[in-house]
């Protein structure tokens, strides 16, 4: 299933470097996520874009930066992160219904980070 | 309260056996639920999606009750290849989907 995918799916770097996640989606869906994943964690939300527009930003550190160019596209920009960043990045896509409730979310096979 | 609540777990059960999960919410406006299925080092799948007062698929039946804001996932004779995580998921407000903690299974032979 092809759906929602991101890359790289692994990535290793060290705490001064700059590096990018990307996901694309081809359901032609509104809106589309970051999730982080850690270990023995619940998936914490980080970003929605919806129509391209980010409408929530969950107090995550500005080290974090994401990038919506269209509704297909989701990048994650990351500057000077920590070693407790480490963890699975999950991209997701979803149709927002008329009246702003969500329909089925779709995820990406994830990018597994490593910060040392 | 938080959002979303899961029974902790882990469940380990046999082969064959019935195993039910439970999850509370906390929003009483949620119209809609979802059940993933999240492996190990993979990502969450939609497994079932709860619109009215329960759904059920194959081996899988999940139920909801909105007085008590429970929703449930019973699964019958249970295989090998059930073994994972399940996530109950509720849409919050906005576009935002909150993720309970999820509840491991393990079945054994």
Not at chain 2, 10 to 27: D, H, K, L, R, W
Not at chain 2, 49 to 69: C, H, I, K, M
Not at chain 2, 71 to 77: E, G, K, T, V, Y
Request: glycine share 6%; with cysteine.
């Amino acid at each position: 299933e092809t759906g929602v995918t991101q890359t790289p799916r692994h990535l290793v770097m060290g705490m001064t470097n700059k590096k990018s996640l990307k996901c694309e989606q081809h359901l032609g869906h509104n809106a589309m996520y970051w999730y982080k994943q850690s270990a023995k964690k619940p998936l914490e939300l980080m970003f929605v874009y919806s129509l391209e527009e980010r409408v929530e930003n969950n107090s995550v550190p500005s080290r974090f930066s994401p990038e919506c160019p269209n509704s297909s596209h989701l990048f994650l920009h990351l500057h000077t992160l920590q070693p407790e960043d480490s963890a699975l990045y999950l991209c997701a896509s979803s149709q927002v219904l008329p009246g702003g409730s969500g329909n089925t979310i779709y995820f990406g096979e994830g990018s597994w980070l490593t910060v040392v | 309260r938080k959002e979303v609540e899961q029974d902790p777990g882990p469940f380990n059960v046999p082969e064959g056996a019935t195993v039910a999960f439970n999850c509370t919410y906390s929003n009483s406006a949620s119209q809609s639920f979802f059940w993933y299925r999240q492996d190990c080092r993979k990502e969450p799948k939609l497994l079932m999606s709860v619109y009215s007062s329960g759904n059920e698929d194959g081996r899988f039946t999940a139920q909801l009750n909105r007085a008590s804001q429970y929703i449930s996932l019973l699964i019958r004779d249970s295989k090998l290849s059930d073994s994972a995580t399940y996530l109950c998921v509720v849409p919050s407000y906005g576009q935002n989907f909150v993720f309970g903690p999820g509840t491991r299974l393990s079945v054994l032979p």
